[in-house]
């Protein structure tokens, strides 16, 4: 496949790691210097690494493939390969659970994320305030768990009804993701095969930004409306994500 449908990303784990207390930064130095163009190399991309605000000890990530097949192939070479073999003591030293993964596909066509044009900064460009500096983007992760058998008209109701007031009211909409029920093509890394979601991954100037994002929702007639309507399918509440990038995140 060419480097524009790689980009596109057909195939995206959203990956969230618990983390041992106040091992956060070190981790994300390891992984912003060790393990971005090193899983690149192998097929995949590395889409986006963030801070979790409202869990200190949450690391919050995303890779792309360009299907299932590919996935087990840059997987296999990544996790056999010398890279990990050299970081993987470090790595999983900070780490108390990394198996929550879900696993995901584009919500409707054109969905996916769009990378193209986007910079990521070298490695040497180092983060250096308090650990880690706080670059400017704020993105923020919905994940809807829905019944089964209804995210098609889920996804087509959000994308009519939702999407056009989550941009009137400030949020750019990166992308959009149903679950991908195909068999999971590397086993040694667990996924949540049994859930049935539907993602959204939105982003702001800012914190200040997203505040006044929610503000706006919550005082709005039509968006308490649809989110009743949209709910109604739902198995329990949205669960969100606030993020902050990282300084090597691609997607901010």
Known sequence: MNRSSRLASPVVELRQYTLKPGKRETLIALFDRELVETQEATGMTVIGQFRDLDRPDMFVWLRGFDDMTARKDALSAFYDGPVWAAHRDAANATMIDSDDVLLL???????????????????????????????????????????????????????????????????????????????????????????????????????????????ALAASLEWLAIRETLQAVATKPAETLRLTPTARSLLR
């Open 105 to 215: 596909k584009p919500a409707w066509q054109g969905a996916g994320f769009d990378l193209s044009g986007l910079r990521r900064p070298a490695a040497d460009e180092t983060e250096n305030i308090n650990g880690g500096s706080r670059l400017p983007g704020f993105v923020e992760i919905s994940i809807h768990h829905l019944r089964p058998g209804v995210e098609a008209g889920f996804a087509e109701r959000f994308q009519a009804e939702a999407v056009p007031q989550l941009v009137a009211n400030g949020a750019r909409l990166l992308g959009a993701f149903i679950s991908e029920h195909a068999e999971n093509t590397f086993p040694r890394l667990p996924v949540r095969a049994a859930e049935n979601v539907f993602i959204t991954v939105t982003s702001f100037n800012d914190g200040g930004t997203h505040a006044g994002h929610q503000a």
